[in-house]
């Protein structure tokens, strides 16, 4: 089986060091998850609101249905990136994982847009009381439903030695791609609780922000930071139980609980729980701290989550080590280059978009002079790169005799 997986390798390589594109492949899935568990969680927090029906409930709801469309969006745009970076270092598992159930992943495109098309139809309700919960309760199930998918092609990914027991499970060999082999119910509930956690977590935050405007009653504005403290502490504790369970799941010839990585993803999620226990005394004033901690308990768990998926393929001699390196120091700069392009690029709108959120008049101008550098810069930097782009595509086009 090792031998057959290494054949299926890309045989011009990678760029660059393997281990660079598995620690990017790490943060890009970390900030992608978590954004995917704002999503999830706010869709149930925002239907129970509109369901609970009391003012605040529904000032509640309103509010998440408009960010989780946001939060949909720039989920979507996130997991790109992990994505990419799989397909690079597992490309022989992951497109076999993806064609043995490719009528699924096809579906998870679906199920993705009817969940976006869904809450954005939720957030548009006209009604006083919010949109049409039964729009928000559809978002939900598709939601759960891409996740099964996604799981389910994630788990047959390591499972090599079972692709042919799976597709032949019928008597003959069925390569329709029709069905879901691999599932793990403690597993795919370990990252679909946390999406309650981390909503609690998300009106933490929303109470921070929102604590500066005058205009916003803040009594309410303190209930949504207490509540959010309290959901974000109970889930916490029953993902802390199903991370037990999932363990009990993983074989022990793997190792896996005295690994380094899983040691210290455990240490930093305990620390976070207790964490949240201190927040509570004042969920507003520590909401930002508590996303930044999140934020870093998702991280250890996503190297940690690395840790078992290499653990897994070594046994069949699969290691992202041995993959064949084609240097090329001038693609992987210009590719940094871009990566840090894009974040001041990008920095420029969350910043506006962050002080105008704070602002009570929306009509009123920003002042905002410290941004002005910040702004020219942003300007300037699209068109520096679009130059020097077309300068490369032109040298080695000439280099290569494509233009004359």
């Known amino acids: 089986m090792g031998g057959f997986l290494l054949n299926l390798r890309d045989p011009m390589g990678v760029p660059f060091h393997p281990v660079v594109f598995q620690v990017l492949m790490i943060l890009t899935f970390a900030l992608h998850i978590m954004f995917v568990n704002f999503v999830v969680g706010g869709t149930l927090i925002a239907l129970w609101g509109r369901l609970r029906g009391d003012k605040y409930g529904i000032k509640l709801s309103k509010a998440f249905a408009r960010a989780n469309t946001v939060n949909t969006s720039v989920a979507i745009v996130l997991g790109v990136a992990p994505l990419l970076f799989v397909q690079v270092i597992y490309d022989p ?40 919960p039964v729009w928000s309760l559809l978002s939900l199930a598709a939601l759960v439903l891409s996740g099964v998918i996604i799981h389910a ?187 840090v392009m894009g974040l001041i690029v990008i920095s420029y709108p969350l910043l506006l978009a962050f002080h105008a959120g704070r602002t009570p008049d929306s009509r009123a101008p920003l002042k905002l002079e410290g941004l002005n550098k910040l702004g020219r810069l942003v300007v300037f930097l699209p068109v520096l790169w679009l130059i020097v782009v077309v300068a490369l595509g032109i040298s080695i086009s000439i280099k290569n005799g494509v233009l004359f």
């Open 93 to 132: 598992l992951w497109y076999n994982a993806n064609n043995i159930s490719a009528w699924w992943a096809l579906f998870f495109l679906i199920t993705i847009a009817a969940a976006f098309t869904c809450a954005y139809l939720f957030y548009l309700g006209k009604s006083e009381k919010g949109g049409n």
């Open 153 to 339: 092609i994630s788990v047959q990914m390591l499972h090599p030695e079972k692709w042919s027991q799976w597709i032949t499970a019928s008597g003959k060999v069925n390569l329709f791609g029709n069905r879901l082999y691999g599932f793990s119910l403690p597993r795919f509930l370990h990252f679909m609780v946390p999406s309650v956690a981390l909503a609690g977590v998300y009106m933490m935050l929303y109470s921070w922000y929102f604590r500066e405007r005058e205009d916003r009653d803040p009594n309410y504005v303190q209930w949504v930071g207490e509540l959010g403290v309290k959901i974000a502490i109970f889930a916490s504790l029953i993902q802390a139980a199903v991370g037990v369970w999932w363990l009990l799941t993983i074989p022990s010839d793997l190792g896996f609980m005295t690994n380094p990585f899983f040691l210290v993803g455990a240490l930093v999620a305990l620390a976070f729980i207790g964490w949240l226990f201190v927040a509570r005394k004042d969920p507003a004033a520590n909401g930002l701290k508590t996303a930044l901690f999140a934020f870093v308990a998702v991280f250890a768990m996503a190297a940690s989550r690395e840790a078992l998926r290499s653990a897994y393929l070594s046994r069949f001699n699969y290691s992202i080590l041995t993959y064949k390196i084609n240097w090329s120091i001038g693609s992987t700069l210009l590719f940094f280059a871009t990566f």
